[in-house]
């Protein structure tokens, strides 16, 4: 009913930065939050960021200040803007959202991940 697809990821040199954007579609009455998770080759997958319907953001502490979430409502489409990448923010990254159906429903739904790769 509802699907989330990420794009932007791909290879980027160390320093560099890379704009993720995951687009929501289907029978969408409201989303109330958005979030970016990520992980690692061998890693579990952790958290690391959360926008809400209203704008407010929160960060894993380890990413505050080179990671910036945002969000464009009318889209329904959440960004996540990396700066300063390093080869250890190297993952798939995934986009999770809480959506209201237009049943009045409510559900979670994954992205199917972008790989992003942070090399020299």
């Known amino acids: 009913q509802v699907q989330l697809v990420e794009s932007g990821g791909g290879l980027v040199q160390p320093g560099g930065s890379l704009r993720l954007s995951c687009a929501a579609s289907?029978?969408?009455?409201?989303?109330?939050?958005m979030e970016w998770y990520r992980q690692a080759p061998g890693k579990q997958r952790e958290w690391v960021a959360k926008?809400?319907?209203?704008?407010?953001?929160n960060y894993v502490d380890s990413l505050k200040g080179r990671f910036t979430i945002s969000r464009d409502n009318a889209k329904n489409t959440v960004y996540l803007q990396m700066n300063s990448l390093k080869p250890e923010d190297t993952a798939v990254y995934y986009c999770?959202?809480?959506?209201?159906?237009?049943?009045?429903?409510?559900?979670?739904?994954w992205g199917q991940g972008t790989l992003v790769t942070v090399s020299s």
């Open positions: 999770h959202a809480e959506v209201r159906l237009i049943s009045r429903a409510y559900v979670t739904v």
């Open positions: 926008i809400t319907d209203g704008g407010s953001t």
């Open positions: 289907g029978s969408i009455f409201s989303i109330n939050y």
